[in-house]
């Protein structure tokens, strides 16, 4: 049995600070085959890899990031100690030594994210496949493959896989995000069958990951890559 890919969670969440350039600095240096972050589109336009809709968890600002400028938010500190990157601080940082799972996690990021990744593909000499696009906003997908439908896409879900397959098959899914808890094998090699690549997150203990792998998903998704 092939094993699956590794991909680093919000860079290698359990050990830096998620979503931040340290923390996929991190992730690089485990060795991961890819690294899943987050985006949102900030107030003056630009995509910033954050996860929370909210500031007050991770920095030391508050309100929602969405109605921050970029200006504002580099004012900020993750964790007393990291700046809030963009998604191009990110692609900079992996620098095609992996791929990228990019997360549509705010509203009206699909737009953004294509521009920038077809100028990566263009011109700095990344390929399709180095990206993934998945989000549970099946409107911000929808417009990635009105966009480019040539992007990988990955329907993430914490509720049904067969749902999530259904939508798959209206934008011509890469693959199927499932939460791990959703899975068993059946359901994965259903899915595999309909040709979708299965994804699954947030795998972090042993027994969770060696249950993960029995199933044979493609890949996963891990605050602790380094036991992958």
């Known amino acids: 049995m092939q094993k699956p890919l590794k991909i680093g969670h919000r860079g290698a969440k359990n050990y830096v600070a998620e979503n931040t350039i340290a923390s996929i600095e991190k992730a690089l240096e485990i060795g991961v085959d890819g690294i899943e972050i987050d985006v949102h589109k900030c107030a003056s336009g630009e995509l910033v890899v954050f996860h ?100 990988r896409l990955g329907v993430l879900t914490k509720a049904s896989v067969t749902d999530a397959l259904e939508f798959a098959k ?33 795998a972090n203990t042993i027994e969770t990951i060696e249950r993960m792998t029995s199933y044979g998903v493609d890949a996963i998704i891990s605050d602790n890559p380094d036991r992958l």
């Not at 600002?61 to 004012?75: A, F, P, V």
């Not at 209206?170 to 090699?189: G, W």
Request: charged share 25%; with cysteine; aromatic share 8%.
């Open 52 to 151: 929370d809709f909210t500031l007050d968890r991770m920095t030391n600002g508050s309100g929602e990031i969405s109605k921050h400028t970029l200006t504002q938010l580099k004012e900020l500190k993750v964790s007393r100690q990291f700046a809030i990157p963009t998604l191009e601080d990110a692609l900079d940082a992996i620098d095609k030594k992996c791929l990228l799972n990019v997360e549509l996690k705010g509203k009206n990021t699909a737009t953004e994210a294509c521009r920038i990744i077809d100028d990566y593909i263009n011109n700095k000499d990344w390929t399709l496949d180095h990206f993934i696009i998945s989000s549970f906003q099946h409107h911000e997908l929808e417009a990635v493959f009105k966009t480019n439908s040539n992007l």
């Open 170 to 202: 209206t934008i011509n899914a890469y693959a199927l995000h499932p939460n791990y808890a959703l899975l068993t094998k059946e359901n994965v090699k259903l899915a595999q069958s309909e040709g979708y690549k299965v994804i699954t997150w947030t």
